[in-house]
């Protein structure tokens, strides 16, 4: 991956984030804070801003660089969180990203640490699990197909009651909305998957 | 030795200087004290490094105890922590108890000269097992 293509899945994902804070924000006033979209625009407004820095750097480096902005920007539970996901996943991955599936199960296992959660908790879990797996699973198309995994999990939170976060504290009055934290997954590995296809890095 | 320093976390600014005041009143200057509160945009929330400055400024060889409210401010204060020199890390630790209490309760322990054990002890004794 050269720094220009890295550069343009940094700005894709970030881009996305920053154009649905709203949307963030709206999921999250109903079940939680409301706080989710201005935290997440605020921390990848930072990624952005040093994109092109960042991808100059060897891509475990960039994941921590990233990881290490969202922590001290972000604000929230969201900010340890993400943090986490891509510090773990700097810390893992091989510079060509060949071990990726396996990077981003570790990463998967540091945010569950972080959170004290799992899937089934309704959080952003339940969106990098599916995902994870589907990653482990391989096979063709996966930049195509995760989206898709991506945003199914995210719906499946809908019917979900959350018990760990800030939703947890409304019981079951959290049923029957989507998780801020699992939309907000999708959305990144969405554009982040539309990106590499057009980059034709799938 | 030093007593145990306490640190405040909450996500409303005024929660935490509040509740460093009740703390003051306790203990007057016999404890380090800090706090931190409000998200890194000055909004409600919590910020890693304002957490980790308020640690700097409570610091103790005896060690800190930290005393946070809600979710985020556990997170972001564990992370804090983690992000400290190895050596200091290990002596850091986040209650889990209510934040006014426990923190009034944990300065008052760490006043008599308690280790950093005991204080979180005496602020966790607060919440329901």
Redesign the interface.
Known sequence: MTPEHLHKLIVAVADAVIAHADELTELDQAIG?G?HG??MR?GFEAVRADAAATAEKPLPDALKAIGTQL???????????Y??LFLALGKTIAPDASNIAAAFAAAVQAVEA??KSHPGQKTLLDVLAPVQAALADGGPHLPARLPIVAAAAADATVPMLATR??ASFLGERSIGHMDPGARSSALMIASLCRALEELDLG | MANVGIVIVS?SPKIAEGAADMVRQMVGDSVNLAYAGG???G???????SIRDAIDRAWSEAGVAVLVD???AE??S??AIE?LDAERRDRVVVCNAPIVEGAVMAATEASGGSTLEAVRRTAEELSPQ
């Open positions: 804070d706080d201005v935290n605020r922590v001290m920007k972000v604000g929230g539970a969201s900010g340890p969180l943090g986490t972080r959170g976060g800030r | 996500h998200d890194p945009g909004g409600l929330g919590t910020s890693v490094p809600l979710g985020g997170t972001n564990e992370m992000m």
